[in-house]
Nanobody
Framework: QVQLVESGGGLVQAGGSLRLSCAASGRTFSMYAMGWFRQAPGKEREFVAGRGWSGRSTTYTDSVKGRFTISRDNAKNTLYLQMTSLKPEDTALYYC?????????????????WGQGTQVTVSS
């Protein structure tokens, strides 16, 4: 079992930055592929970014490429999402997710564990 707790969300103006963190506890964090998803009101949960357990595979959805960076510190059991040049359309509840396996999946059903989410609101 893996427990995930997100933090770092908040209210920011368009063009600003935030860094989200996801603290993991439980089984060996380094053996899990991790991802960030987001869900805006009335919309489906969507994949944002993912990083494989080895750190060699990283993938982003097109709308955040060049603006967001996913990273992980296995020694600290923590996943990060650095978000820059934020836009109002980035407003959503952001979730951290983990799956037992090497590779990232870009769909919610591909993940076994989820955090409770942290709210990101970008004002125009």
């Amino acid at each position: 079992q893996v427990q995930l707790v997100e933090s770092g969300g908040g209210l920011v103006q368009a063009g600003g930055s935030l860094r989200l963190s996801c603290a993991a506890s439980g089984r060996t964090f380094s053996m899990y592929a991790m991802g960030w998803f987001r869900q805006a009101p009335g919309k489906e949960r969507e994949f944002v970014a993912g990083r494989g357990w080895s750190g060699r595979s990283t993938t982003y959805t097109d709308s955040v490429k060049g603006r967001f960076t996913i990273s992980r510190d296995n020694a600290k059991n923590t996943l990060y999402l650095q978000m820059t040049s934020l836009k109002p359309e980035d407003t959503a509840l952001y979730y951290c997710a983990g799956r037992a396996g090497m590779e990232v999946r870009d769909y919610p059903k591909g993940y076994d564990y989820w955090g409770q989410g942290t709210q990101v609101t970008v004002s125009s």
